[in-house]
């Protein structure tokens, strides 16, 4: 009998101590854990901010002269592939017709997925000066993959011929690029 009894004044204690002791040191645990979780996304949504917040703000205008444009499009082009290892690199420019388009350009390059999302990253970006009209991924023979880029630079506000027709969009740029201001 006394046995029985240490033995169930042993299992008390245990399940005394489990509750007491263990089951609040989980929690403890597991709350710690979901805060540094926490902590460390707050971190790093910061670190990508203040990275935004470094870059030098940059102008989209492009340069005023035509041969100046199409020379700013085509360094933005190489700018984004430097130091990448695609191949099969294909870049076209020309000068807009009229209106505020100073570039049209074209990049194709052949690579690794995460090269070319890279280089469209690099472009993408505010300090490019490049704004992308399309961007499409297709299979390319072998195991690479194709980016096709379709890209224009814009004249500065200065620059833009007025048109004789009053909120007309000029005719390379499409309507909804071209948005009127409300008039007061």
Known sequence: ??????????????????????????????????????LREERERLRAQAARLRRPAVSVGAPSGDA?????LRQSFLGALEGLPVRTVRISAGAGRRGVVAARGRLAAEGRQTDLLRAAGRLA???????????????????????????FSMRAPADVPTSAFRGQAPADVST?????????
Do not use: N, W, Y
């Open 68 to 72: 100046e444009a199409v020379r700013a």
């Open 176 to 184: 909804s690029a071209f948005r009127e201001r409300p008039r007061r």
């Open 125 to 151: 970006e505010a300090s490019s000066g490049v704004l992308l009209e399309s961007v499409r991924l297709a299979r390319a023979p072998g195991d690479d993959l194709r980016l096709e880029i379709e890209a």
């Open 1 to 38: 009998m006394t046995r029985r009894l240490a033995a169930a004044l042993m299992l008390l204690a245990a399940v005394g101590l489990h509750v007491g002791l263990a089951a609040p040191a989980r929690r403890q645990r597991d709350e710690a854990r979901e805060e540094f979780a926490r």
